[in-house]
Structures are given as structure tokens and as C-alpha cells.
């Protein structure tokens, strides 16, 4: 399992939303997520 950054919630790595920062995967529970987080991910603890 993996944690979503942006609503810290717990996601699967298989069936989760991903996006690459910094060469490393994170994931995400929707694509509304992913897209809060590619907009400003220095505002997201990894
Ligand atoms: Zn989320």
C-alpha cells in the first residue's frame, strides 16, 4: 500500500492514479488528487 499525499488516504499501488516526481512514483486515490498534486507538489509531504 501506498499513501496519497494529498488526502493521506491509503491506496493500492495496482489500481491507483500515479504521477512521477522527482523519479519517484506517487500515488493517488483519484485523479482529482493527482491533479491537485501535479499543480503545486511542493506543497505535499511525500
Ligand atoms: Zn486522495
Redesign the pocket.
Known sequence: MAK?P??G?E?DENTSVKSLFGGKAVY???P??KARFDKDPMKFKL
Open positions: 496519497d494529498v488526502c488516504m491506496v493517488f486515490c483519484c482529482h488528487c
